[in-house]
């Protein structure tokens, strides 16, 4: 099955409206899925996108409820996983 490493900043652009290319973002993950192309994120995938988020917070470019909401919603679509743990 082949794969796709996704970055921190695209995987935040599926969730966080107002995002610079967010429609493409979101496309390469309807096609990836739809092709049955593998998401695979690097081991600290969690702590950047955290980070993207509280940047974006400190910025101004978000504010604080919206960033408890993205916080909590999946960024990874099941199925995927960490490139530690590939078979």
Do not use: N, Y
Not at 10 to 36: D, P, T, Y
Not at 55 to 81: D, W
């Amino acid at each position: 099955m082949p794969e796709r490493v996704i970055d921190a900043s695209v995987a935040v652009k599926w969730v966080m409206r107002g995002e610079s290319h967010r429609r493409l973002a979101r496309k390469l993950l309807r096609e990836s899925l739809a092709a049955g192309i593998r998401l695979i994120a690097p081991p600290l995938f969690e702590s950047e996108t955290e980070s993207v988020i509280q940047e974006e917070v400190f910025f101004g470019h978000t504010f604080q409820p919206q960033m408890r909401i993205t916080l909590s919603a999946p960024l990874i679509t099941p199925g995927c996983k960490s490139s530690t743990t590939r078979a």
